[in-house]
C-alpha cells in the first residue's frame, strides 16, 4: 500500500505550480480553461495516488480520517486548479447518503466504483425549480421513472446515479431515492446530455439527465419510501464543508499573485506592499484568508463533535467562507488593477481571471447564496433564546488544534439544531477571560472583543424585531447573515483562546495582532460596512501573510509546506 498522501506528500507529487513545464501547475489550467476541457490528466494523477480515496471512510476501502486532515490536503490540489474537486470529489455527496441509509449492497457497489476512480452522480436539482426542492417533478410511480434533472455533476462519466424524485404527494417525504446503474438502462430510456457551459469552473462535467420510462428495479430503492429529500439535505452539510475548500484555494493563489505583483512593483522609490492605499487593500484581504481559515477549520473539526447542528454551522460556515474568499479576490483585483482583467500577458494575469470567474462558480455550486441563509434563517429563535448548551465542554474540544476528534458519525446529522448554539453559547466565558488580559497589551483587539460581546448579546432582540408581523420582509435572513459573521467572529476568538500556547499564522504563540485583524473584519461585515473602516487593526494580518508567503507555507493556522517556488 502506497504512503499515506498528506499535504506535503501531495505537494511534491504535483510541483511548483508556478513552474509552465509542468503538467500540473497554472499554465495547464489556464489553458484547460481556455479550450473548455476537463481536467483529465490532472485529476488521473491524484487518482493514481489515491487523493480520491480521502472522503471515503476506511470501511469503504477510503482513507478518510477527518474532515479538517482532508479540507487541507483538498486546498492543496485545488489551489492549483478548483476543478479537480468536481472532477474527483463530485460523488461525496451521493455517497454521503447512501451511508445514511443505503443498504450494504448499494454501499458496495458505490465504493467498488469510487475506489477505482469512477462516479457515483446526484440527481437532485431540476431546472425549472432550482434551489425550491419541494417543487421538483420528477416522478416515479409504479416502478417508471419520468422527467428531467439538471446540473448533475459527473453525470456524463458516472457508473451510477442517486436520484431523487417525486413519490408522494406534498412535504418533504413525498420524495424518495433510487440508486440506478447506468448502463442497465434500456434504448431511449435514460438520455445524458451535456449541460450549459459556466462561466468559472470551466470544462467540468455536468449534465441533464432525461428519464423516459426508465424501468426502476424494486433493490434500486435507496433506505425508506419518503426519505429520499431528508438525505439529501443532510448530506449538503458535508458537501458545503468540502466546498469551502475550493474556496480557499482559489484564495491562495489569488493572495500570492496580489502580493507577487505588489512586491515587486514599485512606485516611487517604494513597492506597493508599502504604499498606503495598495496595503490597505491587501490587508483586507490578508484579514478575510486568515477569517475564513479560522472558519473552516472550525467547522471541519466541530463536524467530528457536534454533528447534530450541522444543519446551522454548515451553511453559516459556507457563506462566511465563501463571501470573503469573494470579496478577497476583489481587494486582490484593485491591487492588480489592469492587469486583474487581462487573459494573458504578465504571469499570473490569465490565472486571475480564472480565480475570478471560478469563485463566483463555489459560490452557488451547491446551493445559492439566498438559499443558504434561508436554509437556517427559521432556526433563529432557538439558537439565539436563553440556555446553555447542551454539550457543555464541546467548544474546547473543536476549537484546541492538539485535541484528538471523535470519529465522524454520519448518522448524527440532523436536520434542525436543538438548543441554544455552542459556539456562541460559551463564547460569554471565554470573553470575561480573555478581555481584560488583551486590552492591557492590545487596546484595538480589547476593544473589538467588546464590541462582538455586545453584538452577540443583541441577537436575540433582532430575531424577536424580525419575526413581528410588521417586519421588513427581508429581516430574518438580514438577521441570519449577521448571525453568521457573529458566529465566524466567535469560533476566531474560541480558537485563539484554545491556542494561546502555539504559533498560529506563524505569530508569537498569545498573538493578539492577527485575532484583532479577522475580528476587526468579521465586525464589519456583520454590521455591512467597509472593513477598511479597521484598516489599522487588519494590517496585522497582512504582515502573518506575507512572512507565511515567504517561508513557502499555506495560509492556514497551522504550518504546512508547500512545493518550492522559483
Known amino acids: 500500500m502506497n504512503a499515506e498522501l498528506t499535504p506535503e506528500r501531495l505537494e511534491e507529487l504535483l510541483g511548483d505550480p508556478g513552474d509552465d513545464s509542468l503538467p500540473h501547475g497554472f499554465a495547464a489550467a489556464v489553458a484547460r480553461d481556455e479550450r473548455d476541457e476537463f481536467p483529465t490528466a490532472l485529476c488521473e494523477a491524484l487518482i493514481g495516488a489515491g487523493f480520491h480515496l480521502n472522503y471515503l471512510p ?20 485545488a489551489r492549483r486548479d478548483v476543478n479537480v474537486m468536481p472532477g474527483t470529489m463530485f460523488s461525496i455527496i451521493a455517497a454521503t447518503c447512501l451511508q445514511l441509509h443505503g443498504s450494504p449492497a448499494q454501499r458496495e457497489r458505490a465504493a467498488r466504483i469510487l ?111 419518503g426519505e429520499g429529500l431528508e438525505a439529501a439535505v443532510k448530506a449538503q452539510q458535508a458537501v458545503r464543508l468540502m466546498s469551502m475548500a475550493g474556496s480557499l484555494g482559489i484564495a491562495d493563489s489569488a493572495v500570492r499573485i496580489a502580493l507577487d505583483f505588489a512586491s515587486g512593483r514599485k512606485v516611487g ?58 470579496e478577497l479576490i476583489r481587494r486582490c483585483g484593485t491591487v492588480l488593477a489592469t492587469r486583474s482583467v487581462l ?15 471560478d469563485s463566483g462558480v463555489v459560490r452557488v455550486i451547491d446551493s445559492s447564496t439566498l438559499a443558504n441563509l434561508r436554509s437556517y434563517a427559521g432556526q433563529l429563535p432557538t439558537l439565539t433564546g436563553a440556555g446553555a448548551s447542551s454539550e457543555a465542554g464541546a467548544p474546547a474540544t473543536v476549537f484546541d488544534l492538539d485535541a484528538e476528534l471523535p470519529p465522524y458519525e454520519v ?16 463564547l460569554g466565558a471565554v470573553l470575561a477571560e480573555a478581555t481584560g488580559s488583551v486590552a492591557e497589551a492590545d487596546e484595538v483587539t480589547g476593544g473589538l472583543l467588546r464590541g462582538l460581546a455586545a453584538a452577540v448579546g443583541g441577537l436575540g432582540e433582532l430575531t424577536r424585531d424580525a419575526q413581528r408581523r410588521d417586519a421588513d420582509p427581508n429581516a430574518l435572513v438580514d438577521a441570519a447573515e449577521r448571525y453568521a459573521w457573529l458566529h465566524a467572529a466567535a469560533a476566531c476568538v474560541h480558537l485563539w483562546h484554545a491556542n494561546r500556547d502555539r504559533s498560529l499564522y506563524g505569530t508569537k504563540p498569545g498573538s493578539t ?53 522559483r
Not at 418533504?172 to 431515492?177: H, N, T, V, Y
Not at 448518522?411 to 460559551?426: E, I, K, Q, Y
Request: glycine content about 12%; charged content about 25%; aromatic content about 6%.
Open 269 to 326: 522609490r517604494r513597492p506597493l506592499t508599502e504604499s498606503p492605499h495598495p496595503r490597505r487593500e491587501l490587508a483586507v484581504a490578508s484579514a478575510a484568508l486568515l477569517a475564513a481559515d479560522v472558519v473552516a477549520t472550525s467547522a471541519a473539526r466541530g463536524v467530528h463533535v457536534l454533528p447534530e447542528v450541522f444543519s446551522v454551522w454548515a451553511p453559516v460556515a459556507k457563506h462566511v467562507v465563501a463571501e470573503s474568499c469573494d
Open 115 to 225: 475506489r477505482g476512480g469512477g462516479a457515483v452522480a446526484f440527481a437532485l436539482t431540476e431546472a425549472e425549480h432550482g434551489s425550491d426542492l419541494l417543487a421538483g417533478e420528477v416522478r416515479l410511480a409504479d416502478g417508471v421513472l419520468d422527467g428531467e434533472k439538471w446540473m448533475v455533476g459527473l453525470g456524463m462519466r458516472c457508473e451510477a446515479v442517486y436520484v431523487v424524485a417525486r413519490t408522494g404527494g406534498r412535504g418533504p417525504a413525498a420524495f424518495s431515492a433510487v440508486l440506478l446503474d447506468v448502463a442497465s438502462a434500456e434504448p431511449g430510456q435514460l438520455e445524458r446530455v451535456p449541460a450549459v457551459r459556466t462561466g468559472g469552473m470551466r470544462g467540468i462535467d455536468l449534465a441533464r439527465m432525461r428519464f423516459t420510462g426508465l424501468r426502476v428495479p424494486e433493490d434500486a430503492l435507496v433506505g425508506r419510501t
Open 513 to 565: 495582532g492577527w485575532l484583532g485583524a479577522v475580528l476587526g473584519y468579521l465586525l464589519a461585515r456583520a454590521d455591512g460596512v467597509d472593513p477598511r473602516r479597521h484598516g489599522a487593526a487588519l494590517l496585522p494580518a497582512l504582515d502573518a501573510v506575507e512572512a507565511l508567503r515567504e517561508s513557502g507555507q499555506l495560509f492556514s493556522a497551522l504550518p504546512v509546506t508547500l512545493a518550492p517556488t
Open 343 to 357: 487573459r494573458e500577458g504578465e504571469r499570473g494575469t490569465g490565472l486571475f481571471q480564472k480565480l475570478q470567474r
Open 58 to 77: 476506511p470501511e469503504w476501502g477510503g482513507t478518510f480520517r477527518s474532515f479538517d486532515r482532508s479540507l487541507t490536503l483538498v486546498r492543496c490540489a
Open 411 to 426: 448518522s448524527r446529522l440532523d436536520m434542525f439544531a436543538r438548543g441554544a448554539d455552542p459556539v456562541l453559547a460559551g
